[in-house]
């Protein structure tokens, strides 16, 4: 069984995935084609030219353009769906994904009405597909903190349908520090807590995320690598980084993956998963970073088969689900020679 194949069948379990930024390109263009309102856009394949960047506020551009689509609160139910789908076909056993609601301005679509809607989907996806999701609510620091507090009020009542909350936008205008109540009173709801932090800023948002928000996983964290005590730190006390390797490269904080961190991290004992952040954002998917990881960075079968345990071991999974998730993993890797 060569390698790719080995790959592409391994059971996978990501915790760093954003709904909004991994939807399936034949429902978007199913949406494009009912606005009528982009003649670009006659194909699924000019769709996707769509989603060639050359610079990051082009991303951001066309992340807004496509979620002005997004119209009904079945949208985002078959949205949901669709994604959980295809990352089922890659065989992918679990997935803790983010989704932000208050994304969309949409008139007469509420936060709650979109969060109703997001579940549905999940709940059919996994009844269809065998697949366990686990919802996390990004609340977005871009903002501030008071508006990430009514944010939690929204997400509050759905407390068990949706496990987490997390912190993603911009590090550097809105230090995790600005947050602490937010997810103090996040935490005492009994929620899990994340934070994006160490990607586009240096070791200190990694250190307040870790010291003041008291978060249970880091987002990114590959600037970790900028100080010795930090790495010390997350190795011994564990702390999960979900690392996105080709985000990090899309996104220009790693030049290539040759350079990435993650390697380095990995052999020193840190608590590192991959994970593909918005992979039809990044033209990626989990299969294909699991592919570059063996392919550029020479992982060997075991490598791979301790990543994914390792993310089943970050997961907020209860105790018993893990041990069948990891049962599921090891049992396959026994069975490859």
């Not at 009542?157 to 205008?173: A, C, D, T």
């Not at 996105?244 to 590192?272: A, E, F, W």
Request: aromatic share 10%.
């Amino acid at each position: 069984m060569d390698i790719a194949s080995v790959i592409r069948a391994m059971p996978k379990v990501e915790l760093h995935v954003h709904l909004e930024g991994a939807f399936s390109f034949e429902f978007l263009f199913k949406l494009v084609q009912q606005a009528g309102d982009d003649p670009s856009i006659r194909t699924i394949d000019d769709l996707k030219r769509r989603f060639v960047f050359q610079n990051f506020n082009q991303f951001i551009e066309t992340w807004f353009w496509k979620n002005h689509f997004f119209q009904t609160a079945d949208d985002f139910q078959q949205s949901t769906y669709y994604t959980l789908r295809e990352l089922a076909s890659q065989n992918v056993i679990l997935v803790e994904a983010f989704f932000s609601p208050w994304d969309f301005q949409i008139k007469g679509l509420t936060a709650p009405e979109i969060i109703t809607a997001t579940i549905a989907g999940k709940e059919a996806a996994e009844k269809d597909f065998g697949i366990s999701c686990h919802l996390i609510a990004d609340l977005v620091r871009d903002h501030g903190s008071r508006t990430a507090l009514k944010r939690l009020d929204d997400v509050t009542p759905f407390l068990g349908k949706v496990i987490g909350i997390g912190l993603g936008g911009n590090e550097s205008q809105f230090p995790a520090r600005e947050f602490e109540t937010v997810f103090r009173m996040a935490r005492e709801r009994g929620f899990h807590v994340v934070a994006h932090a160490g990607e586009a800023v240096g070791p200190e948002s990694i250190w307040e995320a870790i010291q003041i928000l008291n978060v249970e996983r880091i987002g990114h964290g590959i600037r970790a690598v900028e100080d010795a005590s930090l790495l010390d730190y997350l190795k011994m006390k564990q702390i999960p980084l979900e690392i996105c390797p080709t985000s990090n490269i899309k996104t220009r904080v790693i030049k290539d993956l040759c350079v990435h961190p993650l390697k380095k991290m990995y052999r020193q004992g840190l608590l590192v998963t991959i994970n593909s952040d918005d992979p039809s954002m990044f033209g990626t998917t989990i299969t294909k970073e699991f592919e570059e990881l063996q392919r550029q960075l020479g992982f060997s079968w075991q490598d791979l088969r301790r990543l994914s345990l390792n993310a089943v071991q970050a997961s907020f999974a209860s105790e018993m689900e893990k041990r069948k998730l990891a049962a599921i993993i090891n049992y396959y890797w026994t069975k490859i020679k």
